[in-house]
């Protein structure tokens, strides 16, 4: 049985199961208020934070979203997260890794650092679950998990925008050419990839399977969830929701807003209805608070990457 803690359990909870006593509007803000620790035997997700935003193309301030999501997910740690009805930490061993370290004034070594920083984690066989930052992220996450899990990787991609223009430097810091070069280096499999929610052109997809928003606003949530189980399959998956995949009246808070995208109840429906998939990692990127109003960009930040904690929780529960 675990010990029942009130109040920080953060840094005072000793068990890396169960939930802790806490008030919402106090106390230290690990994601979910799960227990900060670099110690990684027995865990079963790390959550971590790579505050990056020198790749942004628009607004920046992304660096400051690990911060906002962690403090907006306070009360999903209050209750069963809904509408799974369970806590998810009675039976997944999740903890929060804190952030990548990085030196931000010598730009080219950041991606080697996000590179290692996910090597250290997945060598532990935990799942990562990663928080921006700009989306360039992704590229660097990618490949660490095409050396753990082999390559090519399927790619489950949430976004305004596709992130495949052309960019053949290999040293560019750029948060709109990531899959680009992902689909270069064979780190995902384009015909075994898709993209939800795109509504920004490009003369060549690279060939990924593309349902725009426009395609889910017609045919619906559950279609987009049948459509992108057919095209995975039981193929190994990376995630990435980038917030800007929300219509700016559901996320303003982000650096590339554009108009006629997904509500927060369509992304979070399709995120839920993905736990036939073998996820083996994944990240919620591109939360700019400075532009956010009333954090309602970093509480649906938050709720995606809890739902993804739950289809995590539902999959060890089912392999037992």
């Given amino acids: 049985m675990t010990e029942l803690v009130y109040g920080d359990g953060a840094i005072r909870r000793p068990s890396l199961y169960g939930s802790s006593i806490e008030n919402t509007y106090a106390g230290v803000l690990s994601f979910m208020r799960r227990k900060y620790t670099r110690e990684l035997d027995g865990v079963d997700v790390v959550v971590s934070g790579v505050p990056l935003d020198l790749a942004t193309t628009f607004r920046s301030g992304a660096r400051l979203g690990p911060a906002a999501v962690r403090a907006a997910s306070v009360q999903l740690s209050e209750l069963h997260p809904y509408p799974w009805g369970f806590n998810p930490f009675d039976d997944l061993a999740v903890t929060d890794y804190g952030d990548c370290w990085f030196d931000a004034h010598n730009p080219m070594t950041i991606k080697e650092s996000i590179v290692e920083h996910a090597r250290t984690i997945l060598r532990s066989d935990a799942k990562m679950l990663t928080l ?14 095409a050396e753990k899990y082999g390559k090519p990787l399927s790619l489950i991609h949430f976004d305004a925008h596709c992130d495949t223009w052309a960019d053949d430097s290999p040293d560019s810091l750029n948060h709109g050419s990531m899959f680009y070069k992902a689909v270069k280096d064979g780190l995902i499999d384009p015909k075994t990839s898709v993209q939800v929610g795109i509504r920004t052109w490009n003369d060549d997809f690279m060939g990924i399977n593309i349902l725009d928003a426009a395609w889910v606003h017609e045919h619906g949530t559950r279609a987009a969830v049948e459509r992108i189980t057919s095209i995975v399959g039981e193929r190994p998956a990376y995630l990435t929701f980038d917030i800007d995949c929300l219509d700016p009246a559901f996320a303003p808070g982000t650096g590339t807003p554009v108009a006629g995208g997904l ?6 429906a399709i995120v839920r209805g993905l736990g036939a998939l ?12 400075a532009y956010d109003q009333s954090e309602i960009t970093a509480i649906a930040a938050a ?3 809890c739902d993804l904690l739950c289809l995590w929780r539902q999959k060890k529960v089912a392999e037992r």
Avoid at 263 to 268: I, M, P, V, Y
Avoid at 278 to 289: F, K, R, S, T
């Fill in 132 to 145: 921006g930052g700009d989306h360039y992220i992704t590229y660097p996450l990618l490949i660490a998990h």
């Fill in 263 to 268: 509500s927060s109840a369509q992304g979070l």
């Fill in 278 to 289: 073998n996820l083996v990692g994944a990240d919620v990127v591109e939360v700019a608070p």
């Fill in 303 to 305: 709720h995606i990457a």
